[in-house]
């Protein structure tokens, strides 16, 4: 077991393995998959700086696909071994996110021709914390996305515990997860933004907002404000 600097929480990530099985996992963040056709996806994605792969890139892949992790993209190598015909491409690159130091894995596909297409998803794992020096000042929810933006104007994926993943729009788990971690933020002007809030500590006002259909159609910001005053209906 691998356990990075508790005193950091925003940094907090444990790496399980079992050899013997060939399982590896992180026990503790959610996992997220990113497209970038969104502002906020945009912005996150340029901040992404690459590098060699390491055994947490690993997590984010499947086992079978390990190997391309070590793959050029036809781009860069039209020899590469993850050339598909035409020729495309479906090769895996290693990443980080300087901000938080988690790893991200962004998934090329590509397929020349009229119908053709080029896109690149980015896997990678949501913090636990935002940084200790920082405060939350703004939630935002965009195309099934759910971000923070801080007090200092940094961009981060909204701290997530695993099987407690966030939703919007329904009556569920997802959109109860997701108030009580606002509740929780409102209610400490910002400052105790680590994942996992339990249910019951989510404001009926605020609760209402994450299962109601409105908040599901539509790109939508809420500042620190705006929660508090939700607090207060």
């Not at 036809?74 to 598909?84: F, L, Y």
């Not at 913090?127 to 801080?150: E, K, M, N, Y």
Request: proline share 8%.
């Amino acid at each position: 077991m691998n356990l990075t600097d508790p005193t950091n929480g925003y940094l907090n990530f444990v790496l399980i393995t079992e050899a013997r099985l060939g399982i590896a996992s992180a026990s503790q963040n959610g996992e997220v998959s990113i497209e970038p056709r969104t502002p906020h996806a945009e912005e996150w994605v340029s901040r992404l700086v690459r590098c060699e792969p390491n055994a947490m890139h690993c997590m984010l892949v499947e086992p079978e696909k390990i190997p391309a992790l070590f793959h050029p993209c036809v781009e860069e190598d039209k020899n590469s071994p993850s050339a598909v015909r035409d020729p495309g491409c479906a090769c895996r690159r290693t990443l980080y996110d300087p901000a938080f130091g988690l790893p991200v894995v962004g998934e090329h596909f590509e397929r020349p021709g009229e119908d053709g297409v080029d896109q690149w998803t980015y896997r990678t794992y949501a913090p636990l914390d935002l940084r200790p020096d920082d405060t939350f000042s703004r939630f935002i929810v965009s195309r099934g996305l759910f971000w923070a933006r801080t007090a200092k104007g940094l961009l981060s994926i909204l701290p997530q515990r695993r099987a407690l993943g966030y939703g919007i729009g329904y009556r569920g788990g997802g959109p109860h997860a997701l108030a009580a971690y606002l509740s929780q933020v409102a209610e400490t002007d910002g400052r105790n933004t680590a994942a996992g809030a339990l249910y019951e500590k989510a404001h009926p006002a605020i609760l209402s907002w994450t299962q109601s259909g409105p908040a599901h159609r539509a790109t939508n910001e809420l500042t620190l404000h705006d929660l508090k005053a939700m607090q207060r209906v």
